[in-house]
Every structure is written in C-alpha cells, then in structure tokens.
T-cell receptor, first 109, second 118 residues
Framework: GQNIDQPTEMTATEGAIVQINCTYQTSGFNGLFWYQQHAGEAPTFLSYNVLDGLEEKGRFSSFLSRSKGYSYLLLKELQMKDSASYLC??????????WGAGTKLIIKP | NAGVTQTPKFQVLKTGQSMTLQCAQD?????MSWYRQDPGMGLRLIHYSVGAGITDQGEVPNGYNVSRSTTEDFPLRLLSAAPSQTSVYFC?????????????????FGPGTRLLVL
C-alpha cells in the first residue's frame, strides 16, 4: 500500500528553527509537495520537489532524497503566524496526490 | 481572479437527504478534484476530472457523483447522505497533471464546505 508518515505534532519557540520530516512509500514518484493549513482554512501551497536536494524560498526550505523516500520542511525564524498544520503529499505514478495526515506545529513565545 | 470558490460553507443534512456541493474556478485550469478531510487522516481523493466531459474515481468515490460540463464548474453530488459523510470537503484545481512541470501541477484549494449529517 501507499503510505506517507509525518509526526502528528511538534512544538517550537518563536524565533527558532524547526524541521518537519516526511517519509513515504508510494507506487512511483512524480514529485513531493508541502502545504500549509491554518485551522479552519484551506491548504495553501508552500513548496515542490521532484529532484534530490534543497529548495529554498525565504524562511522556508524543503529537502528531498528520493533514494531514501524522505523529505523535510525547514522553517527558520519562526513567527507566531507559522502555527499551522503542515501537509506532505507525494504524486504517485498515476499522478494522484497521496497525502500525509499532517503535522500540527505549535509556536510558543 | 476569485480563484477556487465553493458553496455552501456550512451544511447540515439529515440521513438520506441529497445535496450538491458547488465548486468553480476562474483560472482556466483543466484538472479539478474533490477531497474530503477527516481528523487524523490525510486528504482523501473522492473524484477528479482532467478536463470538461471527463471524470474518474479517486480513493473514496462511493456515495458521491460528479460531472464536468464546463471547464469552470465541478459539482459534487451526495446521493443519499450518511453520517459517515460528515467531513470537510475541499475542491482543488491545477493547470494540468502529468506534465512534470512544477507550476502546472500545483493544486489550489477552495475554502471548503463543512458538512454535518445527522
């Protein structure tokens, strides 16, 4: 079966750095997405990786290792508004997105 | 651009009732999809469409129907509501799927419909 694993919840301090991990086992691979979802709102796109390596976009970076079936999302200089759930999703060989259950990130002052 | 819009935002149904969740996008996206989101679970694909006149089943299609008569609209019909269909429903769209190009495959989500079936 297809599976995406990510921690259920993480806590970090304002101004710090946090890394959210995602491991996957899917039928094929056509890219990995990270989305941010604030409580009661829709998911919004953060990043996309299809090749191994690091993609940096401002305070957010995403890393991919296809051989290890592993990705992480790195958030720097955490702000209170970063409190949200972070969803990892992999596009499989049929170009369907397989979603993890999401990681709820709690930021403390 | 309004992006992806969904109506209604909230709905309460009785078991056995039917209803249609509306979804529209004004970005000329070919690919549209419906997901449901339940606590502790990832988004699950219900139905999707790769263009007008073409629809297909996702992971959890039972109890739902869709149609795609225009590029813009992709309504989801609940045939006979059941308490197990209590969920948050999201519609999403993207330019395409399978092109292997980052910008084209990014999915954009509507605000969601919160459905309670009693």
């Amino acid at each position: 079966g297809q599976n995406i694993d990510q921690p259920t919840e993480m806590t970090a301090t304002e101004g710090a750095i946090v890394q959210i991990n995602c491991t996957y086992q899917t039928s094929g691979f056509n890219g990995l997405f990270w989305y941010q979802q604030h409580a009661g709102e829709a998911p919004t796109f953060l990043s996309y990786n299809v090749l191994d390596g690091l993609e940096e976009k401002g305070r957010f970076s995403s890393f991919l290792s296809r051989s290890k079936g592993y990705s992480y999302l790195l958030l720097k200089e955490l702000q209170m508004k970063d409190s949200a759930s972070y969803l990892c999703a992999v596009m499989d060989s049929n170009y369907q997105l397989i979603w993890g259950a999401g990681t709820k990130l709690i930021i403390k002052p | 651009n309004a992006g992806v819009t969904q109506t209604p935002k909230f709905q309460v149904l009785k078991t056995g009732q039917s209803m249609t969740l509306q979804c529209a996008q004004d970005m000329n996206h070919e690919y549209m999809s419906w997901y449901r989101q339940d606590p502790g679970m990832g988004l699950r694909l219900i139905h999707y469409s790769v263009g007008a006149g073409i629809t297909d089943q996702g992971e959890v299609p039972n109890g739902y129907n869709v149609s795609r008569s225009t590029t813009e609209d992709f309504p989801l019909r609940l045939l006979s509501a059941a308490p197990s269909q209590t969920s948050v429903y999201f519609c999403a769209s993207s330019y395409s799927i399978g092109a292997g190009i980052k910008g084209l495959e990014t999915q954009y989500f509507g605000p969601g419909t919160r459905l309670l079936v009693l």
